[in-house]
Each structure stands twice: as C-alpha cells, then as structure tokens.
C-alpha cells in the first residue's frame, strides 16, 4: 500500500534538508575561511620579516649589495628551511647547465666525477679517445679550476655542467696529480660514452657500471648478449659509485632482467603508493649476484632492491646510501629553477629503501689499505668482488646440480 504525506510534512522534511546542507557549507567555508586567513598570517609575517631585515641592511649595511645575488640568496634560503636535503635552488645559469647534461648524445670533455671531500671535483673515469684521454687525464685527478673559477662544492654542479657544451668550444682546466698542477685546454666534441664495460672471470661475466644515462638500458641489452655469447653462466652487476635519479632507465633496465610484475612503486606526497612501472614477461634465466656500497645512491640503489626483492640476485658489499626519493625541477619565470622532492621510491615488495638504504646479503668491507679507484674491479685486489665471484660460482654448481637431477 502507497503511503502518501501531507503537503505540510514535504515541506518541512525539505527545510530540514535545507537547513543541514546549509549548516554543513557554512561549516565547511569557515574552515576553509579559517584555513586561509591563518595561511596569509603567516605569510603576512614572513614578508614582514624579510622587510625588516632588507631594510636594516640597505641602511646599515657596509659593503656593496649585488641585487641578483641577493635575490638567489634570498630563494636559497627558503628552499634550505623546507628540511629537504636534496631540495636547492638553481639560478638561470646554473640551471641552464644542467639541462646542457640531460641529452642522451654526449658532447664535452670525456670524463665522469664526483665531488672531493676538500670541494674539488675528483675524476673518476676517462672515457677512452676523449679529450680529456687526449690530455693524459687520469682517474683520481683533482680539477681545482675551471675557466678560471675555484671549484668549491657550491659551485659544483654549475662547474661539472660546463664540461659539456656545443662540440668545437673550449674549456681550461687545472687540475691536481699527487702535489704537481697541470693546465691543459680542451676542445668539447661528440663522445660515445659506454657506461657499462664487461669483462669474462672465467664464466662469469662482470658488468661494471660507470654511469647512468640514457641508452644505459641499451647498453645492458648489448652486454647480456655478449655474455650469453661468450657462455656466461652467470652475471656480476658492479653498482658501487654509481648515482642516478633516472626512474625510466633503472625501470627499462629492471624490465629486461625480470619477469612479469610490478617492479617499481612510488608514494606520492599524500602518502598514496601506486605502480609506477611493470615489466613484461621476458626475462634474463641466469644467477645474478650486485656488488653496491655506500656509494650507490639513487634509483641505482632501486635497482639493487628490486633484484634482491624477487630473490632474482644477492647483494654483496655494503648497505647502500638510502635515497629513495624522486626529485623533481621546476623552471621560474626568470630562468631559474627549484628541485623538490615530491615522491618515494619503492621495490617489488613495496618497501622504500629511503633513508635505510638496501642491504648487504654478504657484507664485505673493501681494504682500508687499498687504493679504492686503482684496485676496484681487479680481482687480486677487490675483496668485495671476490666474494661476488664465489657465489655466483656456488649458485652455477647449484643450479647444475638441480638441473642434473631433474634430467
């Protein structure tokens, strides 16, 4: 049976429903009111700090005030009080710079560095037939100048990223061998920059990473097939020293040595984990063992946990670094940029490795005695690679061992 209600009835239920919709607006725009008045407060408080300081010392001050460097000064100090460590402000040229070093063809001086503990910059590798090669450059050289301008560790970036320009330019170096300087001017050209060299250890095959680009992935695809063509019964994947923030390449890279799954999630600001890549169902069906140290940082160290996540490698060596955040550029309207860190990276198993670095499954110091950048890779020398040697021997007598079995 239909119930009907009195026209009475409707039209209080509606103003009922009126008054909580309303009720719940007024609620929700006072907070929001609330929110952004407590918001411009507090902005309001900033600015009139900041106003506070510029005026005592544009009254006060003894020295000359550069307004550009004050500006960078300025957006400098705002980007260190966010607490991020790898947050920093690049001014217009500095950024310029970098972009420069984003291009998968390589047209500079030939040589790969890190920043020296004293704020020089340490070569690391000379790419062979560079010009850098061609000036005698060595690893372990120390560049103290660059056209003239000290190398410190705030300059850096800005100084590393000069090294590649437009192919027939010029650059003067001074760089530091044991306690004698050496000038030399060299002319930027085109490189072919193998990031990967391998080397057969019996039937192992030992792929050295050197950096990550670009064709990195390219590079790994060319080596596994030199190594199934020399009989390689097992891989030895030598990360240590090696820093990337490049998610695409360690994914594509991951892709081709794992099977069908995801291998790589991100946590975005709000906290929200998602997939972020997933590889297809072809994969590498050898042992695999990652040397990693401290000095693995980045989306390296992500490749490191993927592989020991599947259970598809072990790692020996040492933890690695522990950032496993992705950072992210933003371009301002003058030229300049920030870099943010806006997500987190995970493995398979959707555990980050940030800030507690990826593991050791075999922890193996490298000689105190040892000259890390002479010996490293030389199995006589490199401990930590021995040991590598042996398990992944055990793991090619084991899976004999299974195979024979089962036959």
Known sequence: MNKK???????????????VVFCLTMF???NRYNSMYNNIIEREREYALLSEIDQYARSHYAGEMEEEELRAGIASGYISGLGDPYARFLTDREYEAYQQTEGQRYVGIGVVTDLDVDGYIRVRTVYPQSPAASAQMQAGDLIVSVDGTAA??????????????????????????????????????????PTITTTMLDNIAYLRFSSITGNTSQH????????????????????????????????????TLLGKMTIVYQEDASGVSRELMTSDESEVDLPMVVLADSTTVGTTELFAQAL??????????????????????????????????????????????????????YEVAYPAEMDKTATMGDPEYDSQLRRAMEIASTAVKTDAEASSSNS
């Open 5 to 19: 209600i009195s026209l009475g009835a409707a039209i209080a239920y509606m103003a009922i429903v009126a008054a």
């Open 28 to 30: 929700y725009s006072e």
């Open 152 to 193: 410190t560790k705030d300059n850096y970036t800005e100084l590393v990223g000069s090294f590649r320009g437009a192919a027939g330019t010029k650059v003067t170096l001074v760089y530091r061998r044991d306690t004698e300087e050496m000038t030399v001017e060299l002319t930027r050209r085109e490189i072919d920059t």
């Open 220 to 255: 790994l695809e060319t080596a596994i097939r030199q190594a199934n063509q020399n009989g390689a019964a097992a891989l030895i994947f030598d990360i240590r020293g090696i820093e990337s923030d490049n998610v695409t390449v360690i994914g594509s890279m991951l892709d």
């Open 308 to 361: 020991r996540d599947t259970g598809k490698a072990r790692t020996v060596g040492e933890k690695t670094f522990g950032k496993g955040t992705q950072q992210t550029f933003y371009k301002l309207k003058n030229g300049s940029a920030v870099y943010l860190t806006v997500a987190r990276y995970a493995g398979p198993s959707g555990e980050t490795y940030d800030q507690v670095g990826v593991p050791a499954d």
